[in-house]
């Protein structure tokens, strides 16, 4: 049964008034906690028209919700400074009372090479963008020392932790983890897992349901936790109980569109894309019922598609939370 119902949104905007866009994503969030959902996740996009400073839209949601988590799915690390985002997350989950989920990625961002000199004019080849800069990451809001001084000098005083501290943000860290290699180093080392509609083959010819659950099961085998570990997926479902006609054809021809993606590995890392599920609750509960990735899961924050209207969300949102959620066996979060 579904244990925790959550929704992940790219928070598109018009660069010509990008302050709408961010407040509609904002009044998304906002719907979601008062229809019920245990969670909202922001995707992190940079040089596009979504949102590029998750921190800051999850503190502006921070203040206009109580109750609702707040995620990142996922940031790329490798457009991050450590040091300096781990006070900005843990200032803003001291800020939310302790409901903030960073979700993570490491390696080079989407299209690094073609900004990477404005980010690191002299030391692009030089940085280290993989794990060890979540390893880093994980210290810092776990505790460990980031300066050799602690004290006073003159009036101001001096820690040699970052701060603040906020306990219980480094156990709400999450990895996008899309192979047998990221999944099995997200769980030897304790994280909570991500597991998208984005898989790599890597060069099996399983189904996208199968490769995905084989990804999980491996996390779990080498984490900590064991089968209690976290895991949450994140698949493009789009309910159509209270759509109107014009609606549901438009969503049926969005997921025809991506449809050729998923029959066969895409590009040089061989991605398999998971096909979009539309269709009424009953409907689409049952395709996920039958999902290998679903059947090994109690949570999952479903994608909303990227060019979808404001009324679109509402209405994909709305039946989620009063037709899907209950129809896979989840009970909507009491304020």
């Known amino acids: 049964m ?18 709408a866009g961010h407040e509609e994503t904002l009044r998304i969030i906002e719907l979601g906690e008062r229809l019920g959902f245990d969670s909202a996740w922001l995707r992190h996009r940079h040089l596009q028209f979504g949102i590029s400073s998750p921190v800051a839209v999850m503190a502006a949601a921070s203040q206009r919700t109580s109750r609702i988590e707040l995620g990142t799915a996922v940031t790329p690390l490798g457009a991050e400074n450590p040091f300096r985002l781990a006070e900005d ?3 803003v989950d001291v800020l939310s009372r302790g ?4 979700g993570f990625s490491v390696g080079p961002p989407m299209n690094y090479d073609r900004f990477s000199s404005s980010l690191y004019p002299d030391t692009a080849a030089q940085e280290e963008l993989g794990y060890p800069r979540l390893e880093r990451f994980l210290a810092y809001v776990s505790g460990s020392p980031v300066s050799e ?7 101001e005083t001096f820690s040699r932790l970052v701060q603040p ?15 047998l290699s990221s999944a099995r180093w997200a769980g030897e080392h304790g994280l909570n ?3 998208s509609s984005v898989v790599k083959a890597e060069g099996s010819a399983d189904s996208f349901a199968a490769i995905q659950r084989r990804q999980i099961d491996l996390f779990r085998s080498v984490h900590p936790a064991g089968a209690s570990a976290r895991v949450s997926q994140g698949l493009v479902v789009i309910p159509t109980d209270s759509a109107t006609p014009e609606q549901v054809a438009r969503y049926a ?8 993606r998923t029959r066969e590995p895409q590009g040089p890392a061989g991605l398999l894309f998971a096909p979009d599920i539309v269709g009424t609750s009953a409907q689409i509960a049952e395709t996920l019922q039958a999902h290998a990735g679903f059947q090994s899961v109690d949570e999952v924050a479903f994608a909303l598609p990227f060019t979808f209207g404001h009324a679109d969300y509402v209405q994909i949102l709305t039946d989620m939370a009063e037709h ?3 129809a896979l066996g989840w009970s909507p979060a009491a304020d």
Request: glycine share 14%; net charge positive.
């Open 2 to 19: 579904l244990r925790r119902l959550g929704f992940l949104t790219i928070g598109l905007f018009d660069p010509a008034d990008p302050a």
């Open 89 to 91: 997350l843990a200032t």
């Open 99 to 102: 409901r903030i989920n960073p």
């Open 149 to 155: 001084f602690e004290g006073t000098v003159g009036i």
């Open 165 to 179: 501290q906020s306990p219980g943000l480094a156990s709400r860290v999450w990895y996008g983890a899309g192979s």
């Open 193 to 195: 897992l991500l597991s």
């Open 253 to 260: 021809a969005y997921a025809d569109a991506r449809l050729p």
């Open 324 to 326: 899907l959620g209950p």
